[in-house]
């Protein structure tokens, strides 16, 4: 069992950052790949970023260019650093782990966390 733990979000104007954490209770190791989904008010549930243990990240056309995903190994952290925050990207952001090879689709993974809600004002 994995346990995730997000933290991070906020309220904040558009033009604004934030940097949203994902601590996992089991070490960012080549065992896993690690994604942030993100989830709008009436919407279904969407891919943002991901990150594996060995190989390239990747984003969403949505984001790319203004979030960066990393992780550092010796935290079994991941990080989703958002800049130029736009009123769209205003939901709740999910992280999700997997011992596989995974990628956009959120029922490749198996580990997901509570999730930290971001709001972003116009």
């Known amino acids: 069992q994995v346990r995730l733990e997000e933290s991070g979000g906020g309220l904040v104007e558009a033009g604004a950052s934030l940097r949203l954490s994902c601590a996992s209770s089991?070490?960012?190791?080549?065992?896993?790949?690690t994604a942030w989904f993100r989830q709008a008010p009436g919407k279904e549930r969407e891919f943002v970023s991901l990150?594996?243990?060995?190989?390239?990240?990747f984003y969403a056309d949505s984001v790319k260019g203004r979030f960066t995903i990393s992780k550092d190994n010796a935290k079994n952290t991941v990080y989703l650093q958002m800049n130029d925050l736009k009123p769209e990207d205003t939901a709740v952001y999910y992280c999700?782990?997997?011992?596989?090879?995974?990628?956009?689709?959120?029922?490749?993974?198996?580990?997901w966390g509570q999730g930290t809600p971001v709001t972003v004002s116009s």
């Open positions: 999700a782990a997997s011992g596989r090879r995974a990628g956009t689709k959120s029922s490749e993974y198996d580990y």
């Open positions: 990150i594996p243990w060995l190989g390239s990240t």
């Open positions: 089991r070490g960012t190791s080549r065992t896993y790949v």
